[in-house]
């Protein structure tokens, strides 16, 4: 069973930049895209941005569409997201994940995702 380990949260001043990376603990030939969900206090688990891990295809939530950019490196089983222009409403756990499925048009929903790791917090202050 692969194992997804997310690093890179903290906290920053709105404006501000972060990276985030998650490492998968071995290569897993069914996994057919990653993503990255967040999920603030009170609030439903959403979709920021996805990959497919055969390509460069992506998928962005509209909210961090021109803020955040999501690669992978296959070499080393990593994504990352980078986001830049970070608003205090980015302020949550962010989830790395992993899916077998692929639905066109909705990889960017936490349903379809079946690995995911233990999360890393955002704190953006304003």
């Known amino acids: 069973q692969v194992h997804l380990m997310e690093a890179g949260g903290g906290s920053v001043q709105a404006g501000g930049s972060l990276r985030l990376s998650c490492a998968a603990s071995?290569?897993?030939?069914?996994?057919?895209?990653m993503g990255w969900f967040r999920q603030a206090p009170g609030k439903d688990r959403e979709g920021v941005a996805i990959?497919?891990?055969?390509?460069?295809?992506?998928e962005y939530l509209d909210s961090v569409k021109g803020r955040f950019t999501i690669s992978q490196d296959n070499a080393n089983n990593s994504i990352y997201l980078q986001m830049t222009s970070l608003k205090p409403e980015d302020t949550a756990m962010y989830y790395c994940?992993?899916?077998?499925?692929?639905?066109?048009?909705?990889?960017?929903?936490?349903?379809?995702?079946?690995?995911w790791g233990q999360g890393t917090q955002v704190t953006v202050s304003s």
């Open positions: 071995s290569i897993d030939y069914s996994i057919v895209s």
């Open positions: 994940a992993a899916a077998r499925l692929v639905v066109p048009g909705t990889m960017l929903s936490s349903s379809l995702y079946s690995v």
């Open positions: 990959i497919y891990v055969r390509g460069t295809t992506t």
